[in-house]
């Protein structure tokens, strides 16, 4: 008993002062957000367990520590652009990980087209080209009918040699489309 006694204390526990690890993921990974309300799903661990975390959209500002869990709403920054959510998570002995970050790109607004030459009337045929002021995917037809995300993805300037209507819409990569426009030409 003696030598237990003598083996047990030459025996010290070890110190646990690393910060739990874990990671953060914004609207399970979508590379793109139309509304600054997303998601977080939340993942952490450590051998003293993950009691705590805290949240920034700056890494400087943070939020009151809370429950940890895996799951937690959250409000991007304001204004469109790439958006960054930080979060730290504490363990059971005290200890606060270091920031982990995820990274999405908000795109509140639908993407803006138009034809040039733009509607009216012309003494000739015309060469009629879509954009959009942002990457976008053109939908249109011009049989009269408004067009959706069947109809013909624009590609090039739509000859027009008689009187005709153009509809069309732009859809971005966020998923915001915009209200179909009527163009026609004479």
Same mark, same amino acid.
């Given at each position: 008993?003696?030598?237990?006694?003598?083996?047990?204390?030459?025996?010290?526990?070890?110190?646990?002062?690393?910060?739990?690890?874990?990671?953060?993921?914004?609207?399970?990974?979508? &590379?793109?957000?139309?509304?600054?309300?997303?998601?977080?799903?939340? #993942?952490?661990?450590?051998?003293?367990?993950?009691?705590?975390?805290?949240?920034?959209?700056?890494?400087?500002?943070?939020?009151?520590?809370?429950?940890?869990?895996?799951?937690?709403?959250?409000?991007?920054?304001?204004?469109?652009?790439?958006?960054?959510?930080?979060?730290?998570?504490?363990?059971?002995?005290?200890?606060?990980?270091?920031?982990? &970050?995820?990274?999405?790109?908000?795109? #509140?607004?639908?993407?803006?087209?138009?034809?040039?030459?733009?509607?009216?009337?012309?003494?000739?045929?015309?060469?009629?080209?879509?954009?959009?002021?942002?990457?976008?995917?053109?939908?249109?037809?011009?049989?009269?009918?408004?067009?959706?995300?069947?109809?013909?993805?624009? #590609?090039?300037?739509?000859?027009?040699?008689?009187?005709?209507?153009?509809?069309?819409?732009?859809?971005?990569?966020?998923?915001?489309?915009?209200?179909?426009?009527?163009?026609?030409?004479?």
């Amino acid at each position: 008993q003696a030598q237990i006694q003598e083996d047990m204390g030459k025996c010290s526990p070890v110190a646990d002062t690393a910060g739990p690890t874990g990671t953060v993921t914004i609207n399970g990974g979508a &590379a793109y957000a139309t509304n600054p309300a997303v998601n977080l799903t939340l #993942s952490a661990s450590d051998p003293s367990g993950v009691t705590e975390m805290t949240f920034s959209n700056d890494s400087t500002s943070w939020s009151a520590a809370e429950t940890y869990g895996t799951m937690r709403a959250w409000t991007l920054s304001s204004g469109d652009g790439s958006k960054t959510v930080y979060a730290k998570y504490k363990d059971g002995k005290g200890n606060w990980s270091s920031a982990v &970050a995820a990274t999405i790109t908000l795109d #509140s607004r639908p993407p803006v087209a138009m034809a040039n030459p733009p509607a009216g009337t012309y003494n000739a045929a015309q060469n009629v080209a879509l954009t959009a002021y942002e990457t976008a995917t053109i939908y249109f037809t011009t049989d009269g009918t408004s067009p959706t995300t069947a109809a013909a993805v624009y #590609s090039g300037p739509i000859a027009v040699g008689a009187s005709q209507t153009i509809k069309f819409f732009a859809k971005d990569a966020a998923g915001n489309d915009e209200a179909v426009k009527s163009a026609a030409y004479a």
